[in-house]
């Protein structure tokens, strides 16, 4: 694999899930591991963990890294959306804790074969799951100008989605646009500059690309679906904690903590990474940790 995936928020994850040995608890986006790895330490030598990671190829080194754990670490392949029953395949019908941490792995942004990233060249992809069937290329050349507004404003939250979906759209009548390096020009040609007079703050491809990747992979979908399923199966006094990486997604983990009849939030506001955590991993920066326990 490409690339180091860094577990964040490593510490103030395993101070507030409050585990115990013996304990069975579910890493449902399993990643390269590193959260799973700490988890599994905590409830050894009996506890069991529960790991599921969408991406087959990222599973496979997560599950050489894990060997050492043997039958306590239960890896799946698939959704995290179908928390619960991947929890009952497996013979664990509740649990003391859930982590869910909705950022996407350094393993997939470092390969440019993936195409998650206008900074490295690579085909216009960007699917967690290489078997979906939808891909960036589908939505770049194939959707509606509308539906491309609707995804930039929504899902990236993007100023100038109107003339960034006139651009492609212009320009996809020319040719086919197939690659990440492609896309990204396409972008900044329509939006130039994120600031007056100044160096700009980010790519100008950052939120079309961070839009068109939520669409991909229905990641807005997939997190208000495994929430509730998680709130189900956590036994009572069991603890959930969520990392999130956008305001989308903070928002979306926010509400159900304050709608939900089944959890109490332990977090008035989101856990933070300290000073030294981002400048030892600088990805780490725009994390967020919300915690809640079931009632």
Not at 58 to 75: N, V
Not at 254 to 266: G, Q
Not at 287 to 293: E, M, P, S, V, W
């Amino acid at each position: 694999m490409a690339g180091q995936h860094i577990p964040v928020l490593l510490d103030e994850v395993l101070s507030h899930l409050d585990l115990k040995p013996g304990d069975d608890v579910a890493d449902a986006t399993l990643g390269g591991g590193g959260h799973a790895s700490a988890l599994l330490e905590a409830i050894g030598p009996t506890g069991r963990l529960l790991g599921i990671e969408w991406d087959a190829r990222t599973l496979e080194g997560t599950r050489k890294s894990l060997e050492r754990f043997g039958s306590r670490a239960m890896l799946v392949h698939g959704n995290y959306r179908n928390l619960d029953r991947f929890a009952r395949a497996c013979g664990i019908p509740s649990l003391d804790a859930v982590l869910i941490d909705l950022g996407y792995s350094s393993f997939q942004i470092d390969d440019p074969e993936r195409g998650f990233s206008f900074r490295k060249d690579g085909p216009l992809d960007m699917r967690y799951d290489a078997s979906g069937d939808l891909t960036a290329s589908d939505i770049v050349n194939g959707w509606s100008k509308q539906d491309l507004i609707r995804i930039l404003r929504d899902y990236g939250e993007e100023r100038a989605a109107g003339r960034i979906a006139d651009t492609i759209v212009r320009d996809r009548e020319r040719f086919m646009i197939s690659s990440t390096a492609q896309l990204a020009a396409i972008v900044a040609s329509a939006v130039p500059e994120r600031s007056r007079g100044g160096k700009p703050k980010i790519h100008p491809a950052t939120q079309a690309f961070q839009a068109i990747r939520i669409a991909v992979n229905d990641e807005l979908g997939n997190a208000e679906a495994v929430l509730p399923e998680a709130a189900r199966l956590l036994k009572p006094g069991g603890r959930l904690a969520v990392i999130s990486f956008h305001s989308l997604e903070d928002r979306i983990v926010k509400r159900f903590f304050e709608e939900s009849k089944e959890l109490k939030a332990l977090t008035a506001r989101p856990i933070t990474p300290s000073k030294a955590e981002i400048e030892a991993n600088p990805r780490s920066r725009s994390a967020k940790l919300r915690i809640a326990q079931k009632i």
